[in-house]
């Protein structure tokens, strides 16, 4: 399929003549006049390259760039610029533009230019599926973000994956905590020993010691016959513990010497068990605050954090959220066998706009449930959930709408959205809201919001 091109200039014979030497190397191609006909193309289907001049009446380019960067972060823009407006150029580059090119145009310039930026974009894309089938190959799931903040992820696991040194892994839940855990693994000298996960606030705390350190028969019962433990289950590899913070304070000190001396006493039994176990931890708790009450070990906490790599949440990483929509629609559009093939503007403007309590697990599922519902090639508004449609309903109104009515619709927008967030639980929505109960079901009964 060719490359979509739009090409957006004031003056009719510059539009003309890039389009005729475009089409000529076999691109599709569209024009636009100025930068809000530029953008109503662009929010109606998506395009690969839009080759946008500088000053342009009506909507300038660089506001336009802005946008386009906002509803469609992977289209490549090149901006046009007078040669004595160099500085113009390098804050388009600064706000996101790919590349630019001067006037008076070099149509040679301008096709070498834009062959190179789609063969970069297109090796990228190969690199990307080439290392998602690498760690495919070593059953580690990808870790999807190229923003600053997970681009120091990345680095500080190269760094720490060949060491034996103990790992805690911290964040909200949802940002992918054991993923990162596997990585740090998979990219050890232990990748093809066991990884063995456990959540320590799943196992029912009358059995976690046994399950973690063994057990010998008859030690109580029904322990009708040795067990290993997770412990020794993970020898030679590496044993993840996450949500360290719901282990029970009186088996932290025998978790802090088996780390320590690499040994375990099974349950019933005085005879240490020797193991060669790396440890990596995560936590969604700030644990110092937790040493600090008294809920956890300030011995055992030093002795996990020896590394710490904190997932940041969504919100500090938002550019990241197209290249996880992709991923997600790759990994479900196999999964569910559905020829999806993306997502149009408005849904993608409502992931980036969205607030994602639940995170990057919270943005799987949605996105799971959007392929289900996809009846045809691209994702739209009507197969996302409901309280998305509320979100939706907000936009610009009439500029001679009173000002007292446009805050009335927000506002009743915003609790009607909080409510079906918080599955229309009032105490909880009011304290999300930060108002009083009592205001909120008089706001509810005032703006004839929905209550269930």
Not at 10 to 24: N, V, Y
Not at 121 to 126: D, F, G, H, M, N
Not at 279 to 306: C, H, M, P, W
Request: hydrophobic residues 40%; glycine residues 6%.
């Amino acid at each position: 399929m060719p490359y979509r091109i739009l090409v957006v200039d004031d003056e009719q014979i510059i539009r003309d003549s890039i389009s005729f030497i475009l089409k000529k190397e076999g691109y599709t191609v569209d024009e636009a006049a100025n930068g809000k006909l530029a953008f109503d193309k662009i929010s109606d289907q998506p395009f690969d390259v839009v080759i946008t001049d500088i000053e342009m009446p009506v909507m300038k380019g660089i506001e336009l760039l802005g946008k386009v960067m906002h509803v469609s972060p992977q289209t490549i823009v090149l901006v046009i610029t007078a040669y004595g407006s160099l500085e113009t150029a390098i804050a388009a580059l600064r706000a996101g533009a790919s590349d630019y090119i001067l006037k008076p145009l070099e149509f040679d310039e301008l096709l070498i230019k834009l062959k190179r930026l789609l063969e970069v974009r297109t090796l990228t894309v190969e690199n990307q599926l080439m290392r998602r089938e690498i760690q495919r190959e070593f059953d580690a799931s990808p870790i999807v973000g190229k923003s600053p903040a997970m681009q120091r992820v990345f680095d500080t696991i190269t760094t720490v994956a060949g060491t034996g040194s103990t790992v805690l892994v911290t964040g909200k839940s949802g940002t992918g905590k054991e993923l990162v855990a596997r990585a740090v693994h998979f990219g050890s000298t232990r990748r093809e020993r066991p990884f063995v996960a456990i959540n320590c606030g799943a196992i029912p705390e009358s059995l976690i010691e046994s399950e973690l350190f063994g057990h010998k028969r008859g030690s109580f019962t029904g322990a009708v016959a040795d067990k290993m433990g997770f412990f020794k289950a993970a020898d030679g590899g590496t044993l993840f513990l996450d949500e360290i913070s719901e282990m029970p304070f009186n088996l932290q000190v025998k978790l802090l010497r088996a780390i320590e001396q690499r040994e375990v006493v099974p349950v019933g039994t005085s005879t240490p068990l020797s193991i060669d176990t790396r440890f990596i931890a995560s936590t969604n708790r700030e644990l110092q605050k937790e040493v600090a009450a008294g809920r956890f070990r300030e011995d055992l906490y030093y002795r996990l954090n020896v590394v710490e790599i904190h997932l940041p949440p969504l919100s500090e990483r938002k550019e990241d959220i197209p290249l996880l929509v992709e991923h997600f629609i790759t990994r479900y559009r196999a999964d569910l066998r559905k020829d999806v093939k993306g997502m149009d503007n408005d849904v993608m403007r409502s992931m980036m706009n969205h607030t994602w309590k639940g995170e990057v697990r919270e943005l799987s599922n949605i996105i799971e449930r959007a392929v289900i519902f996809c009846k045809g090639g691209f994702i739209t508004m009507n197969d996302l959930p409901e309280f998305f449609h509320v979100a939706s309903r907000i936009e610009l109104p009439d500029e001679n709408k009173p000002l007292q009515q446009v805050l009335t619709e927000l506002e009743g927008a915003y609790i009607e959205r909080a409510l079906r967030r918080n599955t229309f639980n009032k105490e909880q929505t009011a304290t999300v809201l930060g108002i009083s109960l009592p205001t909120l079901y008089r706001r509810i009964k005032e703006l004839g919001i929905p209550q269930e």
